[in-house]
């Protein structure tokens, strides 16, 4: 079978199952969404009449394709907590704070991380190979929420390059809602390059013991012209996955960053939703985590492919 073709019916079967999985999880939890909204004054008809509106007196297979028909189209139905608000709305509202925090740090991941990673590569044993290395552990090792709370203290209460809690929306300005935002995907950024380089470094040295490299250099290459034109490619094979992982975490809402920088984003809702019980949105949030997961991941497959033909070339 077409590895391309494969891959689809696979990506299209997991997220089938996942929102089977995402369905059937929020259906068995205790509790009632009109009850829920009404509070437990509410009278029985009172009940009975909003459950019906949500359409909660209809068998679960009936009301599985419901949903997910809903959920095919983006709509996932009205905020319990918010009645004038829908579940879309709120999400759509938060989605360019955390897509604008991903996109950026991975530019600042891919952009720093490669060029050190083959400085650090250079030399193995070298002043500079051991300098990342000390300082990629370093900066593995500080928490999110230090690493958060020191760029706060000193960026933005100190030199006042940004204003914490200040936040631009794009459709306002294009550089002020990047500009709000680049200290905390650099938050992100930080702890995310160093593993990258350490992850790069590591895949750079294997690549050098083979022995194409040793061909290479015997036909008169230099290191510098091996690294760049040989190592770096098949380095960066198992790099992509990696990074593939990060987009994917970054993306589906990085709390501790939002909650230390103020910024309202899919992970505080997913917080906050959860704390007012607000199942329609934890359950289309949950549904849009998971999604972007497997999204990423079948995306990160068919860069692996384009960049290696070798891959799944068994099937």
Known sequence: ???????????????????????????????????????????????????????????????????????????????????????S????????????????????????????????????????????????????????????????VVFGVGLKWFFPGHYVAPSESFFGYVGCLIFPALSIAIPKTAMTVRFLKASVRRELAKDYVRTARAKGNTREEVLTHHVLKNSLLPVITFIGLIVAEVMAGSIITEKVFDLDGIGLLLVSSIQKRD???????????????????????IIYRKADPRTGSGD
């Open 1 to 87: 079978m077409n590895y391309y073709l494969r891959k689809t019916i696979i990506f299209i079967t997991t997220l089938l199952c996942v929102a089977v999985l995402n369905f059937l999880l929020f259906t068995v939890i205790p509790g009632n969404a009109a009850l829920s909204r009404l509070g437990t004054e509410a009278t029985p008809e009172a009940v009975a009449e909003l459950s019906k509106s949500y359409g909660l007196d209809k068998s679960i297979p009936e009301r599985f394709v419901s949903w997910l028909g809903g959920a095919v189209t983006g709509d996932f139905g009205m905020s319990s907590v918010y009645p004038t608000r829908t579940v």
């Open 89 to 152: 709305e709120l999400i759509g509202k938060r989605l360019p704070v955390t897509a604008g925090l991903a996109f950026i740090s991975l530019l600042m991941i891919v952009a720093i991380s490669i060029p050190i990673g083959l400085l650090g590569s250079k030399r193995p044993g070298g002043v500079i190979d051991k300098v990342t290395d000390i300082s990629a552990l370093v900066c593995m090792s500080v928490p999110s929420f230090i690493l958060g709370i020191l760029i706060t």
């Open 279 to 301: 199942m329609n949105v934890v359950q289309a949030v949950v549904m849009y985590i998971a999604a972007t997961v497997v999204t990423v991941n079948f995306i990160v497959d």
